[in-house]
């Protein structure tokens, strides 16, 4: 059952309907054939070519001279959504859905980026204001449907599925989804159930071309289950479908890979893979440990103990899937550190592939983003011969850990940077436990953490010992100070407005986890008390609007400068008295340790590895509650600071500093990164 639905026919006149324009002539109110091809192929170029934003213009053109074509509106989107990135499309996305309440696309785009950016509650609340009376008849049963998945009420959704089934037995549409959406999450019986209590028997309200579909969806089915049964797994597997292939990929993959040989002499060639280069921490800490092995081998230093004479190569998925997803792209080319995209390599040729024979027929079987990255990893790879690959983040250990193991690679690094996924439910799979459970079962398979706090939930969670997961500190140096672009004049312009008193700041990306709204809050109780406080809040994200309007709600807009996403962070630190966040969950905040460098004490919740950054009460404060932060401890937090005497503040500056450099150098991270390669 399609999501989104065709436009009215053809008039009997055969013209499309139109209306009359201002000038009394008129206008096709729907596009001809011809116009729906040339769009169709105009979208089908910006994607291939990337040009998303020409893209955008385009097709906003066209959508504004059928403003009732869904369609047109529905492919300028999905442009705008790769140019901008799905947080900032979510308004223009939550637009289409209102204005063509009949897109399923649009709607579930809308529940599952808000599910990400604000939690399940958020998401909830959204289809229960869409669907206040329930599941709806068809043709939008499959909207509500597939937005009551997005946020995990698989039992919701089956029992008002079969209930319609109950009720009128020959609803092959709603079979069908119900199939539909039982395969997807893996359970073949019961897909196969469901179809099979269908009517194949074509009627006026069955078509063939129905019943030729289902028999379709059945035949898959069917075939799949054998495909199973051929690998020795049975029911119980095909119940857990993406969960029991991946399990029995890993398994056969790791007893054909054996024993690695014991590592001597200097480390080889090293991999590095992540899902992009984007203004992140784990990317920023990513690049500089790339950067700092690869200066360290081309001038045959020692690294710790050990010796690096491999290059050091970047694989990501895509860098121009996602805006700024080429963020740290310059500090790897200006290193001359080769950088590859595993998506670019074709899927035929992937599976094609020697590494991925003995798997190549259940490849479709395996969970996503496992199927379509399993066979260009291991592509890769096998090319390659690294004798070290590194995995950075969940994500990317359930995308590449099949595919290292696949192509024989001796040393795997997991390396992990926060909590792990049912801390973050939002983001949180099946596969994941069993995953990490099976890799690290085999010898040569390391998981790493940047925080001790990462290391013992991860351990706890997996059931294995804490001193199985090797701790490293994220290796910071103190930022440049000096302003790029047109951040001296923008700060000069502020200091005007607001001449040099006290100044609370924070850099962080706006988003939900970082609660910029809360510190907006705790920002205007400060005032309250200390009317000479000014504040600068260096970053961007979805919030960046609802920063803005709330500070004017709040009336400190002049007050507060937003300098929206900035690369001298160095340069803004300098103009802080104390940094604040108030995140929800971190891994280790890189800015943390960064204002530190820069002698500026800290206030921060204990989310993740937050408060292993400082020593609480002499480089800064760690307030009592990650949850709900108090705005009054906020507040009387920074105050306190900044009530200390001069003597007091040189003293925190002169110990801030120190915790910055001996917990947090870049070379004990390469040393530590360099006994995992090895040890």
Same mark, same amino acid.
Not at 43 to 56: E, K, N, P, S, W
Not at 75 to 88: V, W
Not at 427 to 444: H, I, K, N
Not at 560 to 581: E, M, N, S, Y
């Given at each position: 059952?399609? !999501?989104?639905?065709?436009?009215?026919?053809?008039?009997?006149?055969?013209?499309?309907?139109?209306?009359?324009?201002?000038?009394? $002539?008129?206008?096709?109110?729907?596009?001809?054939?011809?116009?729906?091809?040339?769009?169709?192929?105009?979208?089908?170029?910006?994607?291939?070519?990337?040009?998303?934003?020409?893209?955008?213009?385009?097709?906003?053109?066209?959508?504004?001279?059928?403003?009732?074509?869904?369609?047109?509106?529905?492919?300028?989107?999905?442009?705008?959504?790769?140019?901008?990135?799905?947080?900032?499309?979510?308004?223009?996305?939550t637009r289409l859905a209102e204005q063509f309440p009949h897109c399923g696309e649009a709607f579930v785009i809308v529940v599952r980026t808000v599910l990400r950016m604000t939690g399940r509650?958020?998401? +909830?609340?959204?289809?229960?204001?869409?669907?206040?009376?329930?599941?709806?008849?068809?043709?939008?049963?499959?909207?509500?449907?597939?937005?009551?998945?997005?946020?995990?009420?698989?039992?919701?959704?089956?029992?008002?599925?079969?209930?319609?089934?109950?009720?009128?037995?020959?609803?092959?549409?709603?079979?069908? !989804?119900?199939?539909?959406?039982?395969?997807?999450?893996?359970? !073949?019986?019961?897909?196969?159930?469901? !179809?099979?209590?269908?009517?194949?028997?074509?009627?006026?309200?069955?078509?063939?071309?129905?019943?030729?579909?289902?028999?379709?969806?059945?035949?898959?089915?069917?075939?799949? +289950?054998?495909?199973?049964?051929?690998?020795?797994?049975?029911?119980?597997?095909?119940?857990?479908?993406?969960?029991?292939?991946?399990?029995?990929?890993?398994?056969? #993959?790791?007893?054909?890979?054996?024993?690695?040989?014991?590592?001597?002499?200097?480390?080889?060639?090293?991999?590095?893979?992540?899902? $992009?280069?984007?203004?992140?921490?784990?990317?920023?800490?990513?690049?500089?440990?790339?950067?700092?092995?690869?200066?360290?081998?081309?001038?045959?230093?020692?690294?710790?103990?050990?010796?690096?004479?491999?290059?050091?190569?970047?694989?990501?998925?895509?860098?121009?899937?996602?805006?700024?997803?080429?963020?740290?792209?310059?500090?790897?080319?200006?290193? /001359?550190?080769?950088?590859?995209?595993?998506?670019?390599?074709?899927?035929?040729?992937?599976?094609?592939?020697?590494?991925?024979?003995?798997?190549?027929?259940?490849?479709?079987?395996?969970?996503?983003?496992?199927?379509?990255?399993?066979?260009?990893?291991?592509?890769?790879? +096998?090319?390659?011969?690294?004798?070290?690959?590194?995995?950075?983040?969940?994500?990317?250990v359930l995308a590449a850990g099949l595919g290292a193991v696949l192509a024989g690679v001796p040393r795997i690094i997991l390396s992990v940077r926060s909590a792990p996924p049912p801390d973050?439910?939002?983001?949180?799979?099946?596969?994941?436990?069993?995953?990490?459970?099976?890799?690290?079962?085999?010898?040569?398979?390391?998981l790493t953490a940047n925080s001790r706090f990462a290391a013992r939930r991860y351990a706890t969670w997996l059931g294995i010992d804490e001193a199985r997961v090797r701790v490293i500190y994220?290796?910071?140096?103190?930022? #440049?100070?000096?302003?790029?672009?047109? $951040?001296?004049?923008?700060?000069?312009?502020?200091?005007?407005?607001?001449?040099?008193?006290?100044?609370?700041?924070?850099?962080?990306?706006?988003?939900?986890?970082?609660?910029?709204?809360?510190?907006?809050?705790?920002?205007?109780?400060?005032?309250?008390?200390?009317?000479?406080?000014?504040?600068?809040?260096?970053?961007?994200?979805?919030?960046?609007?609802?920063?803005?309007?709330?500070?004017?709600?709040?009336?400190?807009?002049?007050?507060?400068?937003?300098?929206?996403?900035?690369?001298?962070?160095?340069?803004?630190?300098? /103009?802080?008295?104390?940094?604040?966040?108030?995140? +929800?969950?971190?891994?280790?905040?890189?800015?943390?340790?960064?204002?530190?460098?820069?002698?500026?004490?800290?206030?921060?919740?204990?989310?993740?590895?937050?408060?292993?950054?400082?020593?609480?009460?002499?480089?800064?404060?760690?307030?009592?509650?990650?949850?709900?932060?108090?705005?009054?401890?906020?507040?009387?937090?920074?105050? $306190?600071?900044?009530?200390?005497?001069?003597?007091?503040?040189?003293?925190? #500056?002169?110990?801030?500093?120190?915790?910055?450099?001996?917990?947090?150098?870049?070379?004990?991270?390469?040393?530590?990164?360099?006994?995992?390669?090895?040890?």
């Open positions: 059952m399609p !999501l989104i639905h065709e436009e009215p026919a053809d008039t009997l006149s055969g013209h499309r309907a139109s209306s009359p324009d201002g000038n009394g $002539s008129t206008q096709p109110m729907h596009p001809d054939r011809g116009t729906r091809e040339m769009a169709e192929a105009m979208f089908a170029r910006h994607v291939r070519l990337r040009t998303f934003a020409d893209g955008v213009r385009e097709m906003d053109s066209l959508a504004a001279r059928f403003p009732a074509h869904e369609r047109f509106h529905l492919l300028a989107m999905r442009l705008r959504d790769r140019s901008e990135g799905r947080p900032a499309a979510l308004a223009g996305w509650d958020a998401a +909830r609340a959204i289809i229960e204001a869409r669907f206040p009376d329930g599941a709806p008849a068809m043709p939008d049963l499959g909207m509500w449907a597939r937005a009551w998945e997005e946020v995990g009420e698989h039992a919701r959704v089956d029992a008002a599925l079969s209930a319609l089934l109950e009720n009128d037995s020959t609803s092959v549409g709603v079979g069908s !989804l119900h199939a539909g959406l039982l395969r997807r999450r893996g359970d !073949l019986p019961a897909a196969q159930a469901v !179809l099979e209590r269908l009517p194949h028997v074509s009627t006026d309200e069955t078509p063939a071309a129905q019943d030729d579909a289902v028999a379709n969806q059945l035949a898959v089915l069917r075939r799949d +289950r054998k495909l199973l049964a051929r690998r020795g797994l049975g029911d119980t597997a095909a119940r857990n479908m993406h969960q029991a292939v991946l399990h029995d990929c890993l398994v056969s #993959a790791i007893a054909r890979r054996g024993t690695p040989p014991a590592m001597r002499g200097p480390v080889g060639r090293v991999i590095m893979f992540n899902g $992009s280069l984007g203004a992140g921490g784990a990317e920023r800490q990513l690049v500089n440990t790339a950067v700092g092995l690869t200066r360290a081998a081309r001038a045959g230093e020692g690294i710790g103990h050990y010796h690096l004479d491999g290059p050091v190569e970047v694989a990501c998925r895509a860098l121009d899937d996602r805006p700024h997803g080429d963020f740290f792209l310059s500090d790897l080319t200006s290193a /001359h550190i080769p950088v590859d995209c595993y998506g670019q390599i074709p899927a035929d040729v992937a599976r094609s592939d020697a590494a991925v024979a003995g798997i190549r027929d259940v490849l479709h079987l395996l969970p996503a983003p496992v199927d379509g990255a399993t066979a260009r990893v291991a592509t890769l790879l +096998r090319q390659r011969r690294p004798q070290v690959v590194h995995l950075w983040q969940d994500g990317m973050r439910p939002e983001r949180d799979r099946p596969e994941y436990q069993m995953l990490y459970q099976t890799l690290l079962s085999a010898p040569g398979i390391v994220n290796g910071v140096r103190p930022l #440049a100070d000096t302003p790029r672009g047109d $951040s001296a004049v923008f700060m000069a312009d502020f200091d005007v407005q607001v001449p040099a008193t006290r100044t609370i700041g924070t850099v962080m990306r706006l988003d939900d986890n970082k609660r910029p709204l809360l510190w907006l809050d705790c920002a205007a109780r400060m005032l309250a008390q200390r009317p000479d406080l000014r504040f600068i809040m260096v970053g961007d994200g979805p919030l960046a609007k609802q920063c803005h309007a709330h500070a004017r709600r709040l009336g400190i807009a002049d007050r507060v400068l937003f300098t929206g996403r900035r690369p001298d962070v160095g340069f803004w630190l300098r /103009h802080f008295d104390v940094f604040v966040l108030l995140s +929800r969950w971190e891994g280790l905040p890189n800015v943390l340790i960064e204002a530190q460098a820069a002698g500026i004490p800290v206030v921060t919740t204990p989310a993740g590895g937050a408060a292993e950054t400082l020593i609480d009460g002499v480089t800064g404060i760690v307030l009592p509650d990650a949850i709900s932060p108090d705005i009054h401890a906020v507040s009387a937090a920074v105050l $306190s600071l900044l009530s200390e005497s001069v003597t007091s503040v040189a003293t925190i #500056a002169r110990d801030a500093r120190r915790v910055a450099t001996e917990r947090f150098s870049l070379l004990t991270m390469l040393g530590k990164t360099m006994e995992a390669y090895v040890e």
